[in-house]
């Protein structure tokens, strides 16, 4: 399935029906089972759904987390609906792209430092390029990485102005904040300033805003933890979507979007 293609930006109403047709919101591809699959393993305190942040002992309930998904993302909210689709409300997808809009808009004003990185670079790493080259030419410096950082799983480097894991000269998916953290921590090891922004997604955006910095970014509805950690108020926004829909150039709206929001169209 996917939507007319738009020229330009999109109105609001257009957006919210370019969301709907292509999957990225409405009904999405992720089954209802592998949502609270994971809703259930966050809470039962498996780290690799924390997504690099300290949820502590606060959400060992799923059904609080089911709670926060349903206000935050528009998942159902029937703890008996087990299987077969889920949702995200394309309203609450376009009202965080606004309020990350607004985030955007204060970067731009100050020219600050901002850092982009993804986990998910097979759908949201042009999402994040093309964010990164509206702010470089609103006059914000966009973060350059120290070289030679590598995690268990692979190598941290960076693309198009945006950080990512590779592994076997392939970009690589994951959720982990330990990327995240080896940026963080050799920055401050050299004595450079730390990002004053990061625009992110999964354990990236989890990590830094764990850390302190002023972070935002994507979640899908089998990724709780950044919504928790918005409604906490660690992560400043999350923006509820599918982040991997059959093609990237699907966000493209959405982006167009975004920037024009933020007064960088």
């Not at 047709?21 to 949502?35: F, K, L, Q």
């Not at 393993?41 to 690799?48: E, I, M, T, Y």
């Not at 982040?243 to 024009?260: C, F, K, Q």
Request: charge should be negative; glycine fraction near 10%.
């Amino acid at each position: 399935m996917g939507g007319m293609p738009i020229s330009g930006t999109p109105s609001r109403a257009e957006l919210v029906e370019h969301l709907v047709a292509t999957r990225i919101a409405g009904d999405v591809a992720t089954p209802r089972e592998n949502n609270l699959s994971h809703y259930r393993k966050l809470a039962n305190g498996d780290r690799h759904y924390w997504l690099g942040l300290e949820l502590g002992d606060r959400w060992t309930d799923e059904q609080d987390v089911l709670a926060v998904m349903a206000e935050r993302v528009g998942v159902n909210d029937d703890p008996e609906h087990r299987y077969g689709q889920d949702t995200i409300d394309p309203e609450l997808t376009v009202a965080g792209l606004e309020r990350m809009a607004g985030r955007l808009r204060k970067a731009a004003d100050g020219q600050q430092r901002v850092l982009f990185a993804t986990g998910h670079p097979g759908g949201l790493l042009d999402v994040h390029r093309a964010t990164a080259a509206a702010l470089r030419a609103a006059g914000c410096e966009i973060v350059v990485i120290p070289d030679g950082l590598a995690t268990d799983e692979g190598y941290v480097m960076q693309f198009a102005d945006v950080a990512v894991l590779e592994h076997g000269a392939t970009l690589w998916h994951t959720h982990s904040g330990e990327p995240m953290k080896a940026i963080l921590t050799a920055l401050e090891r050299e004595g450079r300033p730390l990002p004053d922004l990061v625009v992110a997604d999964h354990g990236w955006a989890g990590y830094a805003g764990q850390h302190g910095v002023d972070s935002v970014g994507y979640a899908d509805c089998n990724d709780p933890a950044l919504f928790l950690a918005e409604a906490e108020g660690t992560v400043q926004v999350t923006v509820p979507l599918d982040d991997h829909v059959t093609s990237p150039r699907h966000y493209d709206p959405m982006t167009a979007y975004l920037l024009t929001e933020a007064g960088l169209g």
